[in-house]
């Protein structure tokens, strides 16, 4: 299996809600990103685990929550979020440092 | 991180060979040169790199410059599943995790 998967596809939430994305890998990866990319621009970095440890926060608001629970399993929980962060959100997977595999993305709309 | 330099657009004609430049002056000497794509509305995808010399795939090749501070990367019969948009990187050594896209270039492949 060389997926990663990621849920949902399109996700449209208020201001006020609180919602989760999730990426789900059986590769063996011990490296999961999330990435952000808003339209017509390239993916950003946001947040690295290593080993289901946080490695790397690019200076996220804390309304992204991110969380490794296991090995294969990535979730970024979404609270209080705004319009300006209406993005593609990209999970990817790798050996630590090494190529990168993407899922699809989860098309987020804030309302 | 160092950066890199690639035109916004290129056009190719269907099963023509391909040159996708890409300019990184400032690389540092244990930067990899790395190649990614993204087709419409999917994740990136990897699709080569190198450090130094020369490197072939089944989906590409790179041609790396002495100095190393361009590179090339040529598709050697365009097809029309080949229009994406292309994104040279330069990724540290051995544990280094981030990807940091630039605009990259937009190829489109003419039927």
């Known amino acids: 299996d060389t997926e990663v998967t990621q849920t949902p596809k399109h996700l449209v939430m208020g201001m006020t809600n609180k919602k989760s994305l999730k990426c789900e890998q059986h590769m063996g990866h011990r490296a999961m990103y999330w990435y952000k990319q808003k339209a017509k621009k390239p993916p950003e970095l946001m947040f690295v685990y290593s080993y289901e440890k946080l490695s790397i926060n690019e200076s996220v608001p804390s309304r992204f929550s991110p969380e490794c629970p296991n090995s294969s399993l990535l979730n970024l929980h979404l609270h209080a979020l705004q319009p300006e962060d209406s993005a593609l959100y990209l999970c990817?997977?790798?050996?630590?440092?090494?190529?990168?595999?993407f899922g699809p993305g989860t098309r987020l709309t804030v309302l | 991180d160092a950066k890199t330099t690639q035109p916004n657009s290129m056009e190719s004609n269907e099963e023509e060979p391909v040159h996708l430049p890409c300019n990184h002056s400032?690389?540092?000497?244990?930067?990899?040169i790395h190649w990614y794509r993204q087709l419409p509305s999917q994740g990136p995808e990897y699709v080569i790199h190198?450090?130094?010399s020369n490197v072939n795939n089944r989906m590409a090749s790179l041609a790396i410059a002495e100095d190393r501070k361009s590179s090339t990367l040529i598709l050697h019969r365009a097809t029309l599943r080949d229009a994406a948009v292309y994104y040279c990187i330069l990724r540290g050594g051995a544990g280094s995790y981030q990807l940091t896209f630039g605009k990259g270039t937009k190829l489109s492949v003419i039927p």
């Open positions: 990817a997977s790798s050996p630590p440092g090494q190529i990168q595999f």
């Open positions: 190198g450090l130094t």
């Open positions: 400032t690389i540092s000497g244990t930067d990899y």
